[in-house]
């Protein structure tokens, strides 16, 4: 494939938003297209990623409706869904259009407004993703598989409960710091601890918020990106995997690990030809935190069972050896589903490029690499991204 | 881009069916792996266009849910949507995944099943790809839109109603022939014009049914390609073009022409080096007859106000110099949304494999275009398929 690279990145605030599907997309997408100085030159393509804008916001048609407003048209546009992955498999099929030169300039944008209905009608939206007549219709949420995973990991590998709270703990802290982020505060273990049972063993501190927000990247070829940036601030899309797992959990060889995590990142190391020791900076799905240990377990970071050792010793922060979700990840910076995916591009690329707020900068990050979930456990891209 | 082949098709039954959503995508997508002769060897990814299976049937996540149930698992898998041409939007992205080398063999599926909601449940999830504040707000409809059309290509080149009415008549009389159709029964001019009117001047038979059906095909990279199948069974994607135009209507420049046929068109002509002179056999989206005149003369098979002509000499017919839907358009084989792109797609292979159903093959094709509209009339792609 010919090289591919990111030349722009935005992103609004993350929250319970005023604004529409429509406003948002526009606003991260100005925010990528000014990154990307692209003045001159038009994307000759959009894609966007948003899990399910028809029954959030009662608004269809996103591919041509955002065409049209951003002043594409006549440009292709095509809208991508995977469930929570939706963001990441837009980048993915914006990278293929790139890549297989169908494109030279593509606007990837990735959205979700989910504030717009009740949280029972919101709980009822997201549930379409699991299995219904394996999870659904037995009272199954995300948030109930997700405890059973926690649990099942407690037994296994002897995790405390205190010491799941390190996650959230560790979100929040660089949450805090993150001016776009859903929640900008602090928390406690304490904190964490004494908050409303969600689904045994999780708290609400165990579970990434619905947040309403848009992120978009500008992906070009080599000859567009030295026509419009400085060769410093393109960054290259090194590797990207996708793969799948089976619908429900129960299906599935393990239930502490989830395969199309090894499977995806497998993918996405093998093309960018390099291991999980190289890279500098992570960004990953924790949509509730015990996924955020099994991911750094699936993607090779920790050994099985050691992920809380590396959260324990301080590696995963800002400054530590292996930093995992320097801005806040799914817990803090919020959960957007279409956008997630674009997000943590997005503040990756800040993160190589040597712009992430302050307080949150790593040491000269080389290599990056985001990994974004979609359904529960069974829809998965990883991507790799870097200086090169 | 290297070379990209479909070496297998299927397809349902179109009309208003019994099965699942998913018992149809999995009898199409098993009839195009049983075409593509691929026993030994599976799709290393899947790429399902669907309109709106969320809200016409309550399923979400057909991604992950159909790479399951097909046993694609851990395939990576994305569902592409861009309204009613959401088929060809996951085909245009099937091409682009093996073009780009991310992936060697795809399964893509089109599926949509519209006939679980009653019509007017039905016709306000259609609305949503129109423009809300210039067009559904005040009572607008696809319907009423093309009718718009239809009153002003009337006035401005002289076309009588009865000679409209040779669209359907035309797709109904090949529709007899083609045992996948949802409408196996001829009509005439009489029958059109004395039917109810939908939106003056349109009556039923000037618009395409709702309808359920899916349709799959397996596109694969020239080595997959040379493993499984005999040479000749394999037909080469020689040019493909998506484009768009503004949402509503009003905001466009004519109203009797709709730009992304012609920029789409010409993207995909060009990438082929042919021209429309060297087209053997055309799929055009016909969701309403005054369409199959206007995508004539968009992509250049007519000039401006002369599309009726090749039907009343009979140009358009199966032995005609012209062939347009020879097994029935949008409007006899009906348009269950996202299957409808797969669909054309799945005909005129059997054509250029000389398998079209007894009375409708053509003499010999060795290059077929088909063009899918997404929106109304703003999102379209067109693809030039042939023996090479």
Not at 122 to 133: E, F, H, P, W
């Amino acid at each position: 494939m010919r090289p591919i690279y990111v030349i722009g990145t935005g992103m609004t605030r993350f929250g319970r938003l005023d604004q529409s599907i429509t406003q948002l997309a526009q606003e991260a997408a100005i925010g990528a297209l000014s990154d990307a100085e692209s003045l001159g030159i038009k994307p000759d393509r959009l894609v966007v990623g948003s899990q399910n804008p028809d029954e959030f916001t009662g608004q269809g048609h996103l591919s041509t409706l955002f065409a049209d407003q951003l002043g594409l048209v006549p440009a292709g546009a095509t809208r991508v869904e995977t469930g929570p992955s939706a963001g990441a498999s837009a980048f993915e099929t914006g990278v293929a259009m790139v890549g297989s030169g169908l494109a030279d300039m593509v606007l990837v944008i990735g959205v979700e407004k989910m504030s717009s209905v009740d949280r029972g009608t919101a709980s009822k939206i997201l549930s379409k993703m699991m299995s219904y007549s394996n999870e659904t219709l037995y009272g199954g949420t995300p948030a109930a598989l997700a405890a059973i995973v926690a649990r099942r990991y407690m037994h296994d590998y002897g995790l405390t409960r205190e010491e799941l709270a390190l996650v959230p703990v560790k979100a929040h802290r660089n949450g805090a710091k993150n001016p776009l982020a859903h929640f900008q505060k602090e928390v406690t273990v304490e904190k964490v601890l004494s908050s409303p049972i969600v689904a045994d063993p999780l708290t609400l501190y165990d579970c990434c918020p619905t947040s309403d927000g848009a992120a978009a990247v500008v992906l070009a070829s080599k000859e567009i990106m030295r026509e419009l940036v400085p060769e410093d601030q393109a960054i290259q899309v090194l590797g990207i995997g996708h793969a799948t797992d089976y619908l429900a959990v129960q299906h599935r060889l393990h239930v502490t690990s989830l395969n199309a995590t090894v499977e995806a990142a497998n993918l996405a190391f093998s093309m960018a030809g390099i291991t999980p020791a190289d890279v500098d900076v992570w960004e990953l799905h924790d949509a509730f935190s015990i996924l955020e240990l099994i991911d750094m377990e699936d993607i090779g970071l920790a050994q099985r069972g050691h992920a809380i050792d590396l959260l324990r010793s301080g590696d995963t922060e800002v400054d530590g050896s292996y930093p995992v979700n320097t801005t806040g990840g799914l817990k803090a910076r919020g959960h957007p589903t279409g956008a997630t995916g674009i997000a943590q591009i997005h503040d990756l690329v800040r993160q190589l490029r040597g712009e992430a707020p302050p307080g949150l900068q790593v040491s000269e990050p080389e290599i990056g690499v985001c990994h974004n979930i979609g359904g529960f456990g069974n829809n998965m891209v990883v991507s790799v991204l870097g200086i090169r």
